[in-house]
């Protein structure tokens, strides 16, 4: 998931309020498939700075607890050369275990 809403525009307030938005978006398609953020196991977050990756830890782990709230999750952080969306700063994959019912 990318940091933009579902008009896709992208909020303003930098690299965390992209970070909170495709959380959101993340938890968004989670909760489609009947799950929720406690069945996510692994994150994976492709950053094109990881300087404005590290400068925003604060405000990125506070996004993260407010969207997803543990962190008992397996991640990974790569910086890469660009997204496909030129405006994106981070994209994040999750993978979510849901327990059968």
């Not at 303003?12 to 406690?38: C, H, K, S, Y």
């Not at 397996?74 to 994106?88: G, K």
């Amino acid at each position: 998931m990318i940091g933009w809403d579902a008009e896709g525009r992208f909020p303003a307030g930098g690299f965390a309020a992209q970070v909170r938005q495709a959380l959101a978006n993340a938890v968004a398609v989670l909760r489609e498939a009947g799950a929720g953020p406690e069945h996510v196991v692994r994150a994976t977050w492709y950053v094109v700075d990881k300087r404005e990756y590290l400068a925003a830890g604060r405000d990125v782990g506070a996004a993260w607890r407010d969207v997803i709230g543990h962190y008992d999750v397996a991640m990974t952080a790569v910086q890469v050369v660009a997204l496909m969306e030129d405006a994106a700063r981070v994209e994040i994959e999750v993978t979510a275990v849901v327990p059968p019912r």
